[in-house]
């Protein structure tokens, strides 16, 4: 096997991890963080350990399946951990991994950009829609 320096390590690695690529892992995790309930539940933990119901309750309209779907995913990818302590009934806490963590202050500004400029978006939307209602006529 042929020696390869840092530099051409590093190249491959870059070539190996780009999203633009077809076959690319990093996709799969981009796909996952691009769930709306992904981004919400990373912001509600941001403040410490919840429990799923407490979570449930954060997180408006998320459904129980979709909650333990998205709780699930995120502990697979290293990004939340899940603590079962022993008790009558069970008690299962969830937290952010530094994962996890670090993670959340991206998606934390996310969240804060979209709130902000929902005005703007729903104006873009309503002149699109104009337009688009004009040529068609």
Same mark, same amino acid.
């Given at each position: ?15 190996? !991890? ?32 919840? @429990? ?19 709780l699930r995913s995120l502990e697979r990818d290293g990004l939340v951990s899940r603590t079962v302590t022993p008790s009558v009934p069970v008690r299962?806490? !969830? ?30 939307? @309503?002149? !699109?829609?104009?337009?688009?209602? @004009?040529?068609?006529?």
């Open positions: 096997m042929p020696v390869r320096t840092a530099a051409q390590r590093r190249r491959e690695a870059k070539i190996a !991890y780009n999203a633009f690529l077809e076959a690319c892992p990093s996709r799969q995790l981009l796909e996952t963080l691009s769930d709306k309930w992904v981004t919400l539940v990373l912001v509600a933990l941001a403040d410490g350990m919840k @429990r799923h119901g407490e979570l449930a309750r954060r997180v408006a309209g998320v459904s129980q399946k979709m909650l333990t779907q998205t299962v806490d !969830y937290a952010l991994t530094p994962l996890g963590d670090a993670l959340e202050l991206q998606v934390r500004e996310l969240k804060r950009w979209a709130e902000v400029h929902m005005p703007h978006v729903f104006e873009a939307r @309503r002149a !699109y829609d104009a337009r688009s209602a @004009r040529l068609a006529q």
